[in-house]
């Protein structure tokens, strides 16, 4: 079992001093998010990166200007985030670390000094997550009389209701399995929270060992009797509290909650595959059986079961994360989810875009209104419903739609536009839809999607081998009279109406037929052959995008002083494209980035003493709050010609994955009406005091918390309603 003796030492070990430790600092009007990256490489690292933007979504939990329950919102939010950091990302750097990989990361760093910063940080949120939780937001619930009671704390007719409860519908879901020569160690599936029980047979006085999974088909946060709504016990405490009834006749000596994390990245063998739809499912279900990565803990640590356990699942002490809040805050969703207005954000129902409002109560015509000229849709402010899903409910019931063709990434579990597109096919409509089967955490939805969308008739592809396809795009092919038209979608975001009302993202809707002939010649290529296809008004990954976003730069670091370069997006990690921007900042060009989450940019680094010293020029900011930044957005100055700017919209973030291994598409925006729209946008963004976050050279990120400032997300909803944003 291993030696615990030294356990008591390493936990201290772990412990911080919150008042040099706390990673998220409030000094007067600005938060500060210290440094995880201490090094002095021009590269801040990937992971690193992620976590501080992590931290940023934390912040947000401990914010006082954000509505109370929005706070609990952020912190589920935070716990999910750093889940799927340790499913896929953390589970990453352990395999190299286990393959005794030499490669370093741009930063130079091993697999295993990586790991162990990455550890060492996680620690560093871990301890301010339960600080926020505890000193901030529990205290601020129970102010408002939304209480997670202990049991023996209930009123008697509650806790009578909580025993039938148990007696009569928990009680016989629970499944105590014992551990001992005759029992084998059961199965811990991923991110389940379990019980583990030390109890002595009092006839025999031998020590036994059981372990209990909290079964996710009751609520987490149980309603009690009295007040349902606003007071609540955990299901896991309702088990907890009797065991003696799981274990007649036993003496219970300690319990321990835990949680297991294992890797949850998917490994294809495309070349090998005959079958990719049949290749998903397989490694959908070893991924039930991943390596475990994390163990949580909460309460105090039965150092007996904790060695049982770090045995079985093949764990290190470095792997244990010790909590003194309920693990996995997920649930947290359930309270933040409870109706009380005045502690959430003020209601916001996205607005009809001008271009596409009724006049005299007639329904628009989408063909008609692209034929007039492009429309460009900011969403959440502006509706995916009745913009992107009108265009495809439309095409779906018009006599003279052709053909249907779209990429889909992700899309919500009752999707609108899949009923659009079956009912397509199924009035003789060519509908072609390229499915990516490796959407990570959406295989599973996805193969429902396709073998749906192949019953009603409908042409599934699966893309190309060794790539994603990652592009928003969608094409419509209608005969007017004696000609063919396109009428196409090219987006930053899903197709998905759900996430549309919380993800910011742009799309492009368009009867251009340059942009027409391109899609056209890129779904040709997806769903059959072609190589080295020239396109006018789009670029594309892995074939055009790296190189033509490389000239731009270049383009812009030739004009000196009078080269601009904004850009907006995700993540910006390729070293390729960083090292064309410093060499831009030392040309002159001023350039300013806004990258949501990971950034690999160092701004302000020279190098050295005696470097240059205009790499302050460019200027690195995130924006953090109500809604989720997420469209891409590319400006360059002079374009590819002096004095000609060039606006692009897309899928694309600068990172090594979006640029060699993905289907990627960006658009050029050409029409002056909408580069204007996408000025304001980008001064909003830049303008905004109170949701922005700056990246400085130690790579650490502050925040003024202001409420004098401009906020970006209010400013856009002001705008949609006042029609502001698009001009009219």
Same mark, same amino acid.
């Given at each position: 079992?291993?030696?615990?003796?030294? @356990?008591?030492?390493?936990?201290?070990? @772990?412990?911080?001093?919150?008042?040099?430790?706390?990673?998220?600092?409030?000094?007067?009007?600005?938060?500060?998010?210290?440094?995880?990256?201490?090094?002095?490489?021009?590269?801040?690292?990937?992971?690193?990166? @992620?976590?501080?933007?992590?931290?940023?979504?934390?912040?947000?939990?401990?914010?006082?200007?954000?509505?109370?329950?929005?706070?609990?919102?952020?912190?589920?939010?935070?716990?999910?985030?750093?889940?799927?950091?340790?499913?896929?990302?953390?589970?990453?750097?352990?395999?190299?670390?286990?393959?005794?990989?030499?490669?370093?990361?741009?930063?130079?760093?091993?697999?295993?000094e990586q790991l162990s910063a990455i550890l060492d940080s996680v620690r560093r949120l871990s301890e301010e997550k339960q600080h926020v939780y505890s000193d901030y937001v529990r205290p601020e619930l129970v102010a408002n009389d939304i209480l997670q009671?202990?049991?023996?704390?209930?009123?008697?007719?509650?806790?009578?209701?909580?025993?039938?409860?148990?007696?009569?519908?928990?009680?016989?879901?629970?499944?105590?399995?014992?551990?001992?020569?005759?029992?084998?160690?059961?199965?811990?599936?991923?991110?389940?929270?379990?019980?583990?029980?030390?109890?002595?047979?009092?006839?025999?006085?031998?020590?036994?060992?059981?372990?209990?999974? =909290?079964?996710?088909?009751?609520?987490?946060?149980?309603?009690?009797?009295?007040?349902?709504?606003?007071?609540?016990?955990?299901?896991?405490? =309702?088990?907890?509290?009797?065991?003696?009834?799981?274990?007649?006749?036993?003496?219970?000596?300690?319990?321990?909650?835990?949680?297991?994390?294992?890797?949850?990245?998917?490994?294809?063998?495309?070349?090998?595959?005959?079958?990719?739809?049949?290749?998903?499912?397989?490694?959908?279900?070893?991924?039930?059986?991943?390596?475990?990565?994390?163990?949580?803990?909460?309460?105090?640590?039965?150092?007996?079961?904790?060695?049982?356990?770090?045995?079985?699942?093949?764990?290190?002490?470095?792997?244990?994360?010790?909590?003194?809040?309920?693990?996995?805050?997920?649930?947290?969703?359930?309270?933040?989810?409870?109706?009380?207005?005045?502690?959430?954000?003020?209601?916001?129902?996205?607005?009809?875009?001008?271009?596409?409002?009724?006049?005299?109560?007639?329904?628009?015509?989408?063909?008609?209104?692209?034929?007039?000229?492009?429309?460009?849709?900011?969403?959440?402010?502006?509706?995916?419903?009745?913009?992107?899903?009108?265009?495809?409910?439309?095409?779906?019931?018009?006599?003279?739609?052709?053909?249907?063709?779209?990429?889909?990434?992700?899309?919500?579990?009752?999707?609108?536009?899949?009923?659009?597109?079956?009912?397509?096919?199924?009035?003789?409509?060519?509908?072609?839809?390229?499915?990516?089967?490796?959407?990570?955490?959406?295989?599973?939805?996805?193969?429902? @999607?396709?073998?749906?969308?192949?019953?009603?008739?409908?042409?599934?592809?699966?893309?190309?081998?060794?790539?994603?396809?990652?592009?928003?795009?969608?094409?419509?092919?209608?005969?007017?009279?004696?000609?063919?038209?396109?009428?196409?979608?090219?987006?930053?975001?899903?197709?998905?109406?759900?996430?549309?009302?919380?993800?910011?993202?742009?799309?492009?809707?368009?009867?251009?037929?340059?942009?027409?002939?391109?899609?056209?010649?890129?779904?040709?290529?997806?769903?059959?052959?072609?190589?080295?296809?020239?396109?006018?008004?789009?670029?594309?990954?892995?074939?055009?995008?790296?190189?033509?976003?490389?000239?731009?730069?270049?383009?812009?670091?030739?004009?000196?002083?009078?080269?601009?370069?904004?850009?907006?997006?995700?993540?910006?990690?390729?070293?390729?494209?960083?090292?064309?921007?410093?060499?831009?900042?030392?040309?002159?060009?001023?350039?300013?980035?806004?990258?949501?989450?990971?950034?690999?940019?160092?701004?302000?680094?020279?190098?050295?003493?005696?470097?240059?010293?205009?790499?302050?020029?460019?200027?690195?900011?995130?924006?953090?709050?109500?809604?989720?930044?997420?469209?891409?957005?590319?400006?360059?100055?002079?374009?590819?010609?002096?004095?000609?700017?060039?606006?692009?919209?897309?899928?694309?973030?600068l990172m090594p994955r979006n640029l060699n291994r993905r289907i990627e598409v960006l658009t050029s925006i050409a029409d002056p009406q909408l580069q204007s729209q996408i000025d304001v946008m980008l001064d909003v963004l830049l303008d905004d005091e109170q949701l922005a976050w700056v990246l400085d050279t130690d790579g650490s990120w502050r925040r003024g918390v202001g409420t004098d400032g401009s906020n970006a997300h209010e400013l856009f909803q002001?705008?949609?309603?006042?029609?502001?944003?698009?001009?009219?």
């Amino acid at each position: 079992m291993g030696d615990l003796a030294d @356990w008591s030492s390493v936990n201290a070990e @772990w412990s911080l001093d919150a008042a040099d430790e706390r990673m998220i600092r409030a000094y007067g009007d600005e938060f500060v998010i210290s440094s995880f990256d201490d090094n002095e490489s021009p590269y801040l690292n990937r992971e690193l990166s @992620w976590l501080a933007f992590n931290a940023r979504v934390l912040a947000l939990a401990k914010d006082p200007g954000v509505p109370l329950l929005e706070r609990v919102r952020f912190l589920s939010i935070f716990s999910s985030n750093l889940d799927e950091f340790f499913q896929v990302r953390v589970a990453g750097v352990k395999d190299q670390v286990a393959g005794q990989v030499a490669m370093r990361s741009p930063d130079q760093r091993t697999a295993e000094e990586q790991l162990s910063a990455i550890l060492d940080s996680v620690r560093r949120l871990s301890e301010e997550k339960q600080h926020v939780y505890s000193d901030y937001v529990r205290p601020e619930l129970v102010a408002n009389d939304i209480l997670q009671q202990n049991i023996e704390d209930l009123s008697k007719g509650d806790r009578d209701y909580i025993a039938d409860l148990f007696e009569n519908r928990i009680f016989p879901v629970l499944t105590p399995l014992a551990i001992d020569p005759g029992h084998p160690f059961p199965y811990i599936s991923d991110l389940s929270l379990n019980l583990a029980v030390s109890l002595r047979d009092p006839t025999t006085g031998r020590i036994r060992f059981a372990r209990i999974k =909290v079964p996710n088909s009751f609520p987490r946060y149980l309603g009690v009797p009295s007040q349902p709504e606003t007071h609540f016990v955990l299901l896991e405490d =309702v088990i907890s509290h009797h065991l003696d009834t799981l274990f007649s006749g036993m003496e219970i000596l300690s319990k321990q909650f835990f949680r297991v994390t294992r890797n949850a990245d998917l490994t294809y063998e495309e070349e090998e595959a005959e079958d990719l739809l049949f290749a998903v499912e397989m490694e959908l279900r070893r991924r039930r059986f991943g390596r475990a990565i994390r163990l949580e803990t909460y309460g105090e640590v039965d150092e007996v079961i904790l060695g049982l356990l770090l045995e079985e699942l093949d764990l290190e002490r470095a792997d244990v994360f010790i909590e003194s809040t309920p693990l996995d805050l997920t649930g947290l969703d359930i309270i933040a989810d409870i109706d009380r207005p005045e502690l959430h954000f003020p209601r916001w129902a996205p607005v009809t875009p001008t271009a596409f409002r009724p006049k005299n109560d007639e329904r628009v015509d989408m063909f008609a209104r692209l034929s007039e000229g492009d429309v460009l849709v900011h969403h959440p402010y502006d509706s995916f419903t009745v913009s992107v899903g009108e265009l495809i409910h439309q095409a779906s019931v018009d006599k003279n739609v052709l053909a249907i063709k779209m990429t889909l990434y992700r899309t919500s579990g009752d999707s609108p536009l899949i009923d659009s597109l079956v009912r397509a096919a199924e009035s003789g409509k060519q509908v072609a839809v390229l499915i990516e089967l490796k959407a990570r955490f959406d295989e599973q939805a996805n193969i429902g @999607w396709a073998r749906r969308l192949e019953q009603a008739g409908v042409h599934v592809a699966y893309g190309l081998i060794g790539l994603k396809i990652h592009s928003k795009t969608i094409m419509i092919v209608r005969e007017e009279g004696r000609t063919i038209k396109r009428y196409c979608h090219i987006g930053t975001g899903n197709y998905n109406h759900r996430t549309a009302r919380l993800y910011e993202d742009l799309g492009l809707l368009t009867a251009d037929q340059e942009i027409g002939a391109d899609l056209a010649s890129l779904f040709n290529q997806l769903t059959g052959y072609g190589r080295d296809i020239n396109y006018d008004r789009i670029l594309v990954a892995p074939e055009t995008l790296r190189y033509r976003l490389a000239e731009m730069i270049e383009t812009e670091a030739a004009e000196g002083p009078n080269g601009r370069i904004i850009m907006k997006m995700n993540s910006l990690v390729d070293t390729d494209l960083i090292d064309l921007l410093y060499e831009a900042a030392d040309a002159g060009v001023e350039i300013d980035l806004i990258v949501r989450g990971i950034c690999g940019l160092r701004p302000g680094y020279d190098g050295s003493p005696d470097g240059p010293k205009t790499r302050d020029r460019i200027r690195v900011r995130s924006i953090v709050g109500r809604f989720l930044e997420h469209s891409r957005v590319y400006f360059f100055g002079n374009g590819a010609a002096q004095g000609v700017p060039s606006y692009f919209i897309g899928s694309a973030d600068l990172m090594p994955r979006n640029l060699n291994r993905r289907i990627e598409v960006l658009t050029s925006i050409a029409d002056p009406q909408l580069q204007s729209q996408i000025d304001v946008m980008l001064d909003v963004l830049l303008d905004d005091e109170q949701l922005a976050w700056v990246l400085d050279t130690d790579g650490s990120w502050r925040r003024g918390v202001g409420t004098d400032g401009s906020n970006a997300h209010e400013l856009f909803q002001h705008l949609a309603m006042a029609d502001g944003f698009d001009g009219r």
